[in-house]
């Protein structure tokens, strides 16, 4: 059983918006903070946004502020990315992760292509 579970991606043109869906296995999903990174061909994962278990804290990277918006459902074990006015340099394997203290948990990515 696989823990987290991504999907939405796809191929989308510059401008326009993808949303990318992550559902966990644990039902202590609610006790995690939750995390997207991306990694396209050739680069370091990076962190792209974070969002507290409580959703009292949301942190995105510089190259997505403003643009995309980090969101979570507990009830629904259920955590999303939406992601509005996307570029070429958006491409890349998006990941949703999980966090709490030394437990951690990663899903095995969703393909996200921006074509211009």
């Known amino acids: 059983q696989e823990e987290l579970v991504e999907s939405g991606g796809g191929l989308v043109q510059a401008g326009g918006s993808l949303r990318l869906s992550c559902v966990a296995a644990?039902?202590?999903?609610?006790?995690?903070?939750m995390h997207w990174y991306r990694q396209a061909p050739g680069n370091q994962r990076e962190l792209v946004a974070s969002?507290?278990?409580?959703?009292?804290?949301?942190n995105y990277s510089d190259s997505v502020k403003g643009r995309f918006t980090i969101s979570r459902d507990n009830a629904k074990r259920k955590g999303y990315l939406q992601m509005n006015n996307l570029k070429p340099e958006d491409t890349a394997i998006y990941y949703c992760?999980?966090?709490?203290?030394?437990?951690?948990?990663w899903g095995q990515g969703t393909q996200v292509t921006v074509s211009s």
């Open positions: 992760n999980i966090r709490k203290g030394e437990s951690e948990f």
């Open positions: 969002i507290t278990s409580g959703s009292n804290i949301r």
């Open positions: 644990t039902r202590f999903f609610g006790a995690y903070s």
